[in-house]
């Protein structure tokens, strides 16, 4: 796992550690100490740490004027053990909210497992953000299969079409044009 990096082609765009609005403007890294683990499996120092023992992310990009971000994840997803939803909603989403975000893109190819407890947190992400909406893009099948199972789903929207987009060939605009234009659709439907 030590080698898989947080996506960086948008890097020339968007550095999460350089936006003063960023949860992690400031932030440092190394290219070669390995700090961070899940379980005990390294992984690449770029990922960021927001209080989980097992799931890291990486702000790939914000567009404060359009109200989103695009998020990264890798690890094991656990609220049933760590509250990991908790942990990514105080320390993460809510300075997010703060600064007009009410979008969110999480794309979760290197989620490899998830172990969902209560409902409560991801309630209270979709009704802060009124008009926005959480989408989940690129999740596993059986990570998906227990999203449903704890009726997160309603919540997020994860599955389908989300489960199809090569998202690593487009911009970040173009992306999320694309997200909104299918959750349009989809609320429309």
Not at 17 to 29: A, I, T, V
Request: include cysteine.
């Amino acid at each position: 796992m030590h080698d898989i990096e947080p996506h960086y082609a948008w890097r020339s765009l968007y550095i999460s550690s350089e936006d003063e609005r960023s949860p992690y403007y400031g932030q440092e890294y190394s290219e070669f100490e390995f700090t961070h683990h899940i379980y005990n499996y390294l992984i690449h120092p770029q990922w960021d740490e927001f209080g989980s023992a097992t799931l890291y992310l990486k702000i790939l990009f914000a567009d404060y004027d359009k109200q989103f971000c695009i998020i990264e994840l890798i690890g094991e997803w656990n609220d049933c053990l760590y509250n990991d939803i908790m942990s990514l909603k105080r320390n993460v989403i809510e300075p997010l909210i703060e600064q007009g975000i009410t979008k969110y893109i999480l794309i979760g190819e290197n989620v490899l497992d998830f172990h969902a407890s209560d409902d409560s947190y991801y309630q209270e992400w979709f009704d802060e953000i009124e008009d926005g909406y959480i989408v989940s893009l690129n999740f596993r099948p059986h990570v998906i299969h227990e999203i449903e199972q704890a009726n997160i789903d309603y919540y997020m929207a994860v599955g389908g079409k989300f489960n199809e987009i090569a998202w690593r060939s487009q911009s970040p605009l173009k992306l999320f044009t694309l997200i909104d234009s299918l959750i349009t659709k989809r609320l429309n439907a």
